[in-house]
């Protein structure tokens, strides 16, 4: 192979992908937009409307009001929570006309007092978040009532509140400050590159396949004394550039985010929202070390993508042929992604690693969490090369059948 054919052959279709603006604007923008917005506006958002919901007065539908003790009433009111008498409370909640209601009992009270054991009821929709955080703020409210009245009855029976404990667990996080500021959001994160990778590369190799011969110059490249394998590598190598950028855009919209949040915006948060944000995800913690390896992991990703979107495009007679061919691939990184879900099942388990695509959105959640290892780094690395390399070799012997080439 010869080095000067192979650039001519990567500039040409470099140069002719830069012509589209709107290409470039979809694969190298918005990622730097999106993924901030997504990945870290979405704890931020979520701590935001947690902090709202805490400090707006709640009305709640109920029905017997007059039953109430007064210091549930004030507990109550402690946590923002006004009250609607009214009737037909589940029909209420169900209709979205009040987020939450409860229903306090004939004599509630007055059982209470004589020692009797009493419920409430309170009616919620499961699955409803705002629904949920409200009945939360009406959950605390009765824990803390129902905590003094038992303090309240052992004292009178001369007994220390201690007893109905007698033994304590205190919870110790193990976790490094990585895994911790990652949050439950992070493996957003590795399939976010993911999919910006594939959708950058695309651009690329399918003008580079069906475009040409759409257009009827791949017929004129053929017959100038470039040779087919340095053509395959040309048109892999300018592939191989906008994906990379739209996964290196990706990666920076991740780093900025995450430094706009920590510096400006979580600070204007109260403790429980922020306690939200971290839970999510909002503080994600980054060093040197794992930005050099997430860029070069999203390399050896974007080298296999690549590599896979000329093997299938070269096939299509047409534009829109390649597109329909390229469509599933889509699916293909939701369903790694599903799977990093559920990573801290895998385990250690090196066959996880060897597995093209799933293994380069494992190693990327691990760069995150801060817990990547030398051996799956090194399965990944050379699982991702030697698909890359099958993939290309594929491409290469299908260039040299006429019956891919001319297909008409």
């Known amino acids: ?48 409307l947690f902090q709202r919901e805490q400090s707006n007065v709640t009305e709640i539908a109920v029905t017997g009001l007059e039953y109430l003790p007064p210091e549930l009433k004030t507990e109550l009111e402690a946590q923002n929570i006004s009250f609607s008498e009214t009737s037909n409370l589940e029909a209420l909640v169900r209709d979205g006309e009040y ?20 419920s409430l009821t309170l009616i919620s929709k499961t699955g409803n978040l705002r629904s949920e955080l409200n009945a939360s703020k009406i959950g605390e ?23 109905l404990e007698p033994i304590g667990v205190e919870t110790l996080d193990a976790s490094s400050d990585a895994e911790r500021s990652s949050g439950q959001l992070a493996w957003l994160i590795p399939f976010f590159i993911a999919m910006w990778t594939l959708t950058g590369g695309q651009v690329t190799a399918l003008d580079a396949t069906a475009g040409e011969k759409e257009r009827g110059t791949l017929e004129s490249l053929l017959v100038s004394p470039v040779r087919r394998v340095e053509v395959v590598v040309g048109k892999f190598l300018s ?21 706009l949040l920590r510096s400006i915006f979580l600070k204007q948060l109260d403790e429980g929202a ?18 050099i390896l997430l860029l070069l992991s999203a390399l050896l990703l974007a080298s296999l993508i690549s590599a896979l979107l000329i093997s299938i495009t070269m096939f ?20 790694p992604a599903i799977g990093l879900q559920f990573s801290d099942f895998f385990g250690t388990n090196i066959i996880v690693y060897l597995v093209p695509i799933l293994n380069a959105l494992v190693l990327m959640d691990d760069i995150v969490k801060g817990q990547v290892a030398f051996l799956p780094l090194l399965a990944t690395w050379a699982s991702l090369i030697g698909f890359s390399v099958l993939f290309l070799d594929f491409a290469f012997r299908n260039f040299r059948r006429e019956g891919v080439i001319f297909r008409t």
């Open 141 to 163: 409210a009765v824990s803390k009532f129902s905590q003094a009245i038992v303090t309240q009855r052992l004292s009178a029976a001369g007994l220390s509140a201690e007893i």
């Open 316 to 335: 299509a007679r047409t534009y829109k042929e390649a597109q329909s061919y390229v469509a599933p691939l889509s699916f293909v990184m939701i369903i």
């Open 239 to 259: 592939t191989l550039t906008f994906g990379l950028s739209a996964s290196v855009m990706a990666i920076l919209g991740y780093l900025l985010g995450g430094a």
């Open 274 to 291: 922020e306690e939200v944000v971290q839970i999510l995800g909002g503080s994600l913690q980054t060093t040197p070390l794992s930005i």
């Open 99 to 118: 987020q939450v209601a409860l229903s306090i009992p004939e004599g509630f009270n007055d059982k209470l007092e004589s020692g009797e054991k009493v």
């Open 1 to 48: 192979m010869r080095l000067s054919f192979i650039l001519q052959v990567a500039k040409k279709e470099i140069v002719s992908t830069l012509r589209d603006r709107r290409a470039i604007v979809s694969s190298l923008l918005i990622p730097l937009l999106i993924l901030p917005f997504v990945m870290l506006g979405l704890p931020l958002l979520l701590g935001g």
